[in-house]
């Protein structure tokens, strides 16, 4: 059986980080993933993400928000790869809606750059929306867009020249945790470990209840798609990346970035599924381009023509806040899972802080509200 200090089972984007982090110690690293890294069978493809810094979701994220968007400049120093666009990001939404609030007293207790805008600016300066009177917009000059996949091609090879063992298309079928170490199961092979991260994404749950832990987590089918789109409006120079909370859902998306087209996805919703059954094609679901058209329609009428759409996975906890935190039974196994569908931007933070503890067993990081134990406390 081989040993390792640390096995790390999921290396998308937190595991792939993780193990970047855990490779400029002296640690034997073992990553595991049941694909190929970066691919299309979980959260992290599509090509582009937001990192955006006053954050909707709560003023408890933006410390970490800004702490991460250091380490992604970071990485493009140490990579000479180009992973982040400054492209801005516009929030938009009905001045009283709490998003919105959010965005407005986070940048005011962090001191962040923040244009507030009527919704006349917005039409004036960026002439492809239309924009209902009564919305304002909250526009962050500083924030943009990460390629997320050369973000995680950067952390792979980064980690493999520090002497990283990464095994692809290794699927973990048994996990069994000790008083001092696990035993994980890879077909044929077990490895054996000091300590375990489980970064899994969709596959978190299950592998977690072989350790006794049952977390409420949510896998869920998501849908995005790219719009063919007049490049002299909306190409990378000349328009934000966008997030827009609306009575119909909360939407995002990016510019055309290389003369992709405009990319637009729907955060809320989704149709439950089981991350091990393949998930139907974008277009195959009722209503997977009918959603984005309803958007487009509404704020960006010029945008009529479907270029093509993907699908991918979010895992939902039920308060849709992430969870970092190390196992309540187990301390020598550390847990990132929950992500529900805003995680990736953090990612080169979480996978610093997954490295801090499983050797240190802290982290200087403000993770307090991302801990297990509100849901443990449920279930008892």
């Known amino acids: 059986m081989s040993h390792y200090d640390v096995i790390i089972v999921g290396a998308g984007s937190m595991g792939m980080a993780a193990g970047y982090y855990l490779s400029r110690t002296d640690q034997n690293i073992l990553l595991l993933d049941a694909y190929n890294p970066p691919h299309d069978q979980a959260s992290h493809h599509g090509e582009t993400r937001i990192i955006r810094h006053a954050y909707g979701e709560g003023e408890a994220y933006v410390p ?22 400054n492209t801005g990001v ?18 005011a207790q962090y001191d962040l750059p923040l244009e507030i805008l009527t919704a006349e600016e917005m039409r004036t300066r960026w002439s492809g929306l239309t ?11 500083t924030s943009g867009v990460l390629k997320c996949e050369d973000c ?9 020249v520090n002497g990283v063992d990464i095994r692809t298309n290794a699927k973990v079928t048994t996990l069994t945790a000790h008083a001092t170490g696990v035993d994980v199961t890879v077909g044929s092979d077990t490895y054996s ?55 119909a859902g909360y939407y995002y998306g990016f510019p055309s970035i290389a003369q ?16 091990n059954h393949p998930r139907r094609p974008f277009g195959q679901e009722a209503g ?21 759409g993907k699908t991918c996975l979010y895992t939902m906890t039920p308060d849709e806040d992430f969870i970092i935190d ?29 490295s801090e503890l499983v050797i240190e067993k802290s982290t200087p990081e403000p993770i307090a509200p991302f801990s297990i134990e509100r849901f443990t406390k449920v279930s008892e």
């Open 64 to 85: 970490l928000a800004l702490a991460a968007q250091r380490l992604w400049y970071e990485l493009e120093q140490i990579s000479g790869r180009s992973l982040f666009l």
């Open 90 to 107: 516009l929030n938009a939404g009905h001045r009283s809606s709490r998003s919105m609030q959010t965005i407005i007293r986070s940048a």
């Open 131 to 141: 924009m209902p009177d009564e919305y304002i917009g909250c526009f962050e000059p």
């Open 152 to 160: 995680i091609e950067a952390y792979r090879d980064l980690a493999v």
């Open 193 to 247: 470990a000091d300590a375990l991260i489980v970064a899994a994404g969709a596959w978190s749950g299950p592998l977690l209840e072989q350790t006794g832990l049952s977390l409420p987590l949510r896998p869920v089918r998501k849908t995005f798609a790219w719009f063919e789109a007049a490049e002299e409006v909306f190409n990378d120079a000349a328009f934000p990346a966008f997030a827009f909370d609306t009575p």
């Open 260 to 275: 992709a087209g405009l990319k637009i996805g729907r955060h809320d919703g989704g149709i439950p599924v089981d991350p």
């Open 288 to 308: 997977d381009l009918a959603d984005l058209r309803q958007f487009t329609n509404t704020f960006i009428p010029s945008i009529d023509t479907l270029s093509h």
């Open 326 to 354: 190390l196992h309540p039974d187990y301390p020598h196994i550390a847990i990132a899972a929950g992500f529900s569908g805003h995680g990736f931007k953090f990612s080169s933070l979480v996978g610093k802080v997954l």
